[in-house]
């Protein structure tokens, strides 16, 4: 490395877009169990954005009560590893990696330390790195939420809300591969999209509710938090979940009154709060799914570091299809 400094966007407090700057900061020194990764593309997505902004405020236990406790946003990355500690030894120089630095934070930037132990596994060939920096997101919570939670099993009918989006677009190819009769909701414009990563209905919420069909889904993945389960309850057969990653306080409180006993139940889980080992299995089981042929990334739009602040304020739209995309400069 010809100098010690590195570009990094840097969030100056908790906000909109206007709190990140493009800034140059020393490149972090790999301890004695870390890799040095450069960063070749990390990701940007909804729940970035809900933790840039400091909201929920109970997130902040987290994140950091009146500022970001980690500056530099992102989580999800793909790289070269440039340097190791002294006591690594699953990764060397020039390994190809990809993975999640969870509360962690900081790859919004040209170089990240990640533990050896971490949420970090070698790319495969066949993927492309802007690729594999989005499977943190949408393909790691997904297959958290149908397998760990909603425990996906052949036979099933599974309801995928907001199924353009990042976790929308895993979640129909996960919950297919599992078995089970994929139903996918979107706009009409990403109807063609959602069928192709093998949809067996699709429901335009332009046209029709989906809370609408009474005892038709053993579980609803609610991706995008725009329905509750007040409003898909309807639609859940006698045992059926609500899933959803999007926390609020109402669905906290149905989670609370829905666990005792038998019946419909509303379900939420914070994926990056799983430990790193449960992390990298999961991680491991998509990468199995992938070689299969039956796991593929879709990509929306990309965007160089500087313009990170636009990124976030493009996926804040609610529009996006698949996976925004962040690169770093050289």
């Not at 971490?118 to 790195?129: A, D, M, R, T, Y």
């Not at 099993?153 to 591969?177: E, F, H």
Request: aromatic share 8%.
């Amino acid at each position: 490395m010809k100098t010690n400094t590195m570009k990094a966007m840097i969030a100056t407090g908790y906000g909109s877009g206007d709190v990140l700057k493009l800034t140059e900061t020393k490149i972090p020194q790999a301890g004695e169990e870390e890799v040095l990764i450069r960063v070749y593309a990390s990701s940007a997505t909804r729940a970035d954005i809900m933790m840039l902004t400091g909201k929920p405020y109970f997130a902040r236990l987290f994140t950091g009560l009146t500022k970001p406790r980690h500056a530099i946003p992102g989580t999800g990355f793909a790289g070269e590893i440039v340097a190791t500690g002294s006591k690594v030894t699953r990764f060397k120089k020039g390994d190809a990696v990809f993975g999640e630095t969870t509360l962690g934070f900081s790859t919004n930037a040209q170089y990240v330390a990640v533990p050896e132990n971490g949420v970090i596994q070698h790319k495969p060939e066949n993927l492309s790195f802007a690729e594999a920096c989005t499977w943190g997101d949408g393909h790691l919570t997904s297959i958290n939420f149908l397998r760990e939670i909603g425990k996906v099993r052949p036979g099933m009918k599974v309801l995928v809300n907001g199924a353009s989006g990042s976790l929308g677009t895993a979640a129909v190819q996960i919950a297919k591969y599992y078995g089970a009769t994929v139903t996918g909701v979107c706009s009409t414009t990403n109807t063609g999209l959602v069928r192709s990563l093998g949809a067996d209905e699709v429901i335009d919420y332009t046209r029709e509710n989906f809370t609408d069909t009474p005892d038709t889904y053993d579980l609803i993945f609610d991706t995008v938090g725009k329905s509750s389960f007040s409003r898909s309850r309807k639609a859940l057969r006698k045992n059926g979940v609500y899933l959803s990653p999007v926390m609020k306080f109402s669905l906290l409180l149905r989670m609370i009154f829905t666990s005792f006993g038998k019946g419909k139940k509303a379900m939420f889980a914070a994926t990056g709060l799983k430990s790193d080992q449960e992390l990298r299995e999961l991680l491991s089981e998509l990468l199995r799914i992938h070689a299969e042929g039956h796991l593929q990334t879709h990509i929306d739009r990309q965007y160089p570091l500087e313009k990170l602040a636009r990124a976030h304020a493009y996926v804040a739209r609610g529009h996006k299809k698949g996976n925004v995309i962040i690169h770093s400069e050289n």
